[in-house]
């Protein structure tokens, strides 16, 4: 049974930084596109940042976050620095598997294309 995990969300002001952690269990995690997703009222969700074997970004948030993944742990991170009160939404972890290469994960962009999803984790930036 396929299942992620995420925690350490939470409620920051402007500037600060907290770390997103999914883990992950139940499917062979080096051969899956993962990713993290954002969705705040009343707007789409929207794909955050991606990772294979390197790391996309959605431009709003290069430079500020950072995508990784320890594989001996089934475990996958966001690190997200400089936030700013337009970041507050609902994060949620996505795989779909299996993906044997960068050029697919990167290009799955849109919630359709994963199949898994975690509960979400909530982050608030005030200002």
């Known amino acids: 049974q396929v299942q992620l995990v995420e925690s350490g969300g939470g409620s920051v002001q402007a500037g600060g930084s907290l770390r997103l952690s999914c883990a992950a269990s139940g499917y062979t995690y080096r051969f899956a596109c993962m990713a993290w997703f954002r969705q705040a009222l009343g707007k789409e969700r929207e794909r955050v940042a991606g990772?294979?074997?390197?790391?996309y970004y959605h431009d709003s948030v290069k430079g500020r976050f950072t995508i990784s993944q320890d594989t001996a742990k089934n475990t996958l991170y966001l690190q997200m620095n400089s936030l700013k009160p337009e970041d507050t939404a609902m994060y949620y972890c996505?795989?779909?598997?299996?993906?044997?290469?960068?050029?697919?994960?990167?290009?799955?962009?849109?919630?359709?294309?994963?199949?898994?999803w975690g509960q979400g984790t909530q982050v608030t930036v005030s200002s």
């Open positions: 990772i294979y074997r390197r790391g």
């Open positions: 996505a795989a779909n598997f299996p993906v044997y290469s960068d050029y697919t994960c990167e290009r799955a962009q849109h919630q359709t294309d994963f199949r898994y």
